[in-house]
């Protein structure tokens, strides 16, 4: 009596797993078994998760969501929201996955947020997608005694418990199938399936929405990878320090690219795109201030020219706009040779400012106020096109830049998060 109590609170258990799965799709939800490591541990392999209609404009940063994938391959994701971008698409990211998605999700590809998660249940669907058979019939084998122990011996009650079984797992497989179509294939490590503030310097910079964002962990060339979710990648210049100590101490194994001297090094992006006339550009930087001017970044148009520079001269940031050589000093007394800190320099259509370590400057007027910037290739660590004679030394690490000035309280933020 007591082997059949326990047999049939396992089956119960089992059973309710199963209703559990296959219950949301009767009321117009998704029914999704995770078949990667994507979203682990919380959200793992073989895990079921019910997902509610919800659109895509209601969709917040911090959120769980089900989406058609925008990428070349034909599937469906389940990833975690990091910014939601002004022109209605989403940065996405697995919770286990080293960077955000290559490619920004349109609003209307969302199918729905996580609501629920049910454990094991998707094992089947997996297995059967894989072409495992061994464990498909090992689960029906124990799901059979299972229900011959439940319910008492005899022929008519073992034929009965054969059947029991086979049909859960096969309800399994079909009831979820539907909403599997593939998901993505990536490492596992820790994670959070709750629905919360995300956490770090690089959660707290994609929140801000950059429209470039490049971590610099690279340890080869050419390709400088673009982590703002909008795959504009940049390429490196001559052949830079890759590898180098990065700058953010709690990410203690992310990696930074030191640039020598010798002029032609640095990155730049290599196509021509609609530049922002109010913008930040933001970095740590950990450089030979003593050296002469050197330029950090600047906008060059399709024929060479730059409409802003940030430089650095001396211990000083300053901003030049067009070709002049009259620099805008926005601080100085405030960096220390050879160390790692945080920069921002924002630029309004009046004014721009510098932070170094979230400690701001005085605001300064701008020499040309609303300075259009036409459509420019993003140029970093040295300068490209006139003048050719200003290369950067020293490292640099989680570079962006974005289409809006940051507030005080943003920059704060970020440096706060590193």
Known sequence: MVGRAVCRAVLGVVVGLVLWSLVPPLIGWHS???????????????????ASPIAGDAVAAGQVILFTDPGPQDRRLLHRVLAVNTDRTLVTKGDANADPDPTAVPVDDVL??????VPWVGYP????????WLPLIATAGALSLLTAGAFGPGPRSTRQAVAAGTALVVLITVGVTTARAGFTDTTATAASWRT???SGYPAAVLADRPQYYYRLGETAGPTARDSSGNNYNAEFRGAPQYGAPGALPSE???????FPSNT?????????????STFTWEAFIKADYQSSE???????????????????RGGEIGVLQNSSTQLMALGSGYLTNGAWQHVAVTVTATTAQVFVNGKASPASALRVPGLAVPASRLSFAGPEGAPTDKPYKGALDEVALYPQALTAAQVQAHYNAR
Request: glycine residues 12%; hydrophobic residues 45%; charged residues 15%.
């Open 196 to 198: 919360a503030e995300l």
């Open 32 to 50: 999704t078994a995770i078949v990667s490591g994507s979203m682990a541990p919380r959200i793992d392999r073989g895990d079921v998760v019910a």
């Open 294 to 312: 050197s330029t950090l970044f600047q906008f060059v148009s399709a024929g060479g020219a730059a409409t802003y520079r940030i430089v650095l």
């Open 252 to 258: 203690p194994n992310q990696k930074a690219v030191a």
């Open 264 to 276: 032609g090094l640095g990155f730049a992006t290599t196509t021509v795109r609609t530049a922002p």
């Open 125 to 132: 669907l997996t297995w059967a997608g894989e072409g495992r």
């Open 112 to 117: 729905g947020l996580a609501r629920l998660r």
